[in-house]
């Protein structure tokens, strides 16, 4: 990431703020904190203040990797656009019909698309084809949100169906071992008596989402003593014998935001998590953007009251602190567990100011968001979105108006299990999406 001091040039605020060190109109502190601002949302590699420092890496690609890209990306057009014919496919994708129809039949040996007969039910092969679809049942995954009171697993189709969920109220065990042996019998129990699937071996992958981060400036999370990220997935792909996926629950959203979207979502976008803390995702070309330690765009984390209240994450204050319904519910005096929509209903006047600082705290944030992003699409998702989103919607479209951003803000569809829809789709979409950087992939 560059960070420009040359003015305007790198100043998205038009002079009212930001990075005009040249100039000496603010300090260098104030630089470094912007700087700051753009590592917790973008977490770079590297941050370079230099115009002289350049270095690229141009990496070709080869012709396996270029056919496996046409499969996703033929598979993609049938998942979103399917029944649809081999024509149709050809004419979206610009890919010729001869190589179309190498690359279903492909699908159709792999089993996950079918041919279908004009009725709509699956033919089997040798007949003549004409409107494909994806094959639901081919493959399923399942996706459990880690929260501290309770554990939601659900078991997710090719299809993006719920097939079955399961709930479970507990206080998460600081034996990370317990913890392991809940989510296997969990998972056992999601896939007993279902068609298409016989045991958890035979699932795609377990996406697990979790409510905090990994680092040293966190500690092992969720619970201190779990060991680090890459020991627990590699201890749970030992426990279940499939791919595990482990990462914090906002940017796993995102992607089920992506991938059940259908097409309904923009290729790009900024995903805003309302949890009971406040996170984000990041979609950029349809790939998730997680940064280089996997802590991209904690908007939680951003600072929005400089010297302000002490967060648990060392800093001082982080918007979590004051636009999170955590934050809400102790400015509010009522219980942690209180639900969100009832607090609403019966707040009074002084408890309603409360409410709509919250607000302004969360949409100011949102708007150094997208003033380093520049995003066409927010979309305000996970499990308090519904709840929330008319209330942040007024100062948030008020601010956009502000600075004339060409921005839409919308709700998700997805109900409050998002974290657990996205750990899921993003199995399937780590495993089955066209990713550009498949092409450049090393050869192993
Ligand atoms: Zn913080």
Redesign the pocket.
Known sequence: MMLGLDGYAACPNRGHCCVRANRLQYAPARVMNYGHILLDLLNPMDIIIDMNTKTTRLVGTNQKHGQDYNKSVVFEHIRLFGPISRADISARTLLVPQTVSNLVRNLIEGGLVVELQESGVARKRGAHPTQLAVNENALFTVGVQVQYSRIFAALVNLGGKIVRSAERHWNLPSDFETFVKGLVTMSEELVVGVDGIRSITELQGIGIGVPRLYGKMFGNLPAPSWPSQIVLKKYLEENVDCEVIVANNAHLAAVGEYWMGRGKVPATFLYVYLGDNVGGGLIVDGEEYVGVSGKAIEL??VQYMPGGIS???G?KG?L??YGSVNALRRRLSVARDAPLGEVLNTANEQQLTIIHEGMEALAASIISVLSVLDVSTCVIGGPHAKDLFSLLLIPLESKIREREYAVEVRCSNIDIHAGAIGAASTVFHDALWCKTSNLLKAES
């Open positions: 939680g984390h967060c648990y994450c800093s982080c979590d602190q």
